[in-house]
């Protein structure tokens, strides 16, 4: 018993620990897209985070993201807009979710600066698309902060239909808050 006490101590010293579990929480979070709407940047927010996050800097093979953000919190600070965005664009009461999961989690070659690479899968409308971005994570306590950014074409999702009055492209920059568990 004591020699299988011995092996089990010397594995965990010698091997890295296993990822750490976070929630990711909205205080101190944001989720944050840019459109062109008659050609001018407009954007808003979504709120509502939840899901799990698993991560460890020293093993980030062990990482993974689940997170989502809720439809119908979509927030333009234009009432009317956000409502025809909630029913028209997003169908949220069928579609309540925007998820992100990651397949993979690597470093980077600015990994002593906190950066890494997220490749995954973003699923909206039900229309599953494979993406990937450079992220920057901030130890903040026991918590970390995540940040990253990318774009998206809203048609590929089925976001609306084809206009010539209202852009494609969609930059999101996400700002994550992920409190220990």
Do not use: C
Request: glycine letters at 8%.
């Amino acid at each position: 018993m004591k020699g299988n006490l011995f092996v089990l101590l010397l594995i965990s010293f010698y091997y890295p620990s296993s990822a750490q579990r976070y929630k990711p929480v909205d205080e101190g979070s944001k989720v944050h897209f840019v459109i062109k709407n008659f050609g001018i940047s407009t954007g808003g927010d979504l709120q509502k985070l939840d899901g799990e996050i698993l991560f460890n800097p020293q093993s980030i093979s062990q990482s993974f993201f689940n997170v989502t953000v809720k439809s119908s919190t979509i927030d333009t600070d234009n009432s009317s807009r956000d409502e025809s965005l909630r029913q028209d664009y997003f169908e949220s009461a069928k579609y309540p979710d925007i998820r992100l999961v990651s397949t993979k989690v690597q470093n980077t070659n600015k990994t002593s600066d906190g950066y890494y690479y997220f490749t995954g899968k973003l699923i909206m409308k039900n229309v599953t698309k494979e993406i990937s971005f450079p992220f920057k994570a901030e130890k903040a306590g026991e918590n970390w902060l995540f940040t990253g950014e990318f774009d998206i074409n809203r048609l590929d999702y089925g976001v609306g239909e084809s206009s010539s009055i209202l852009g494609n492209k969609v930059h999101i920059s996400l700002k994550v808050q992920a409190k220990k568990q």
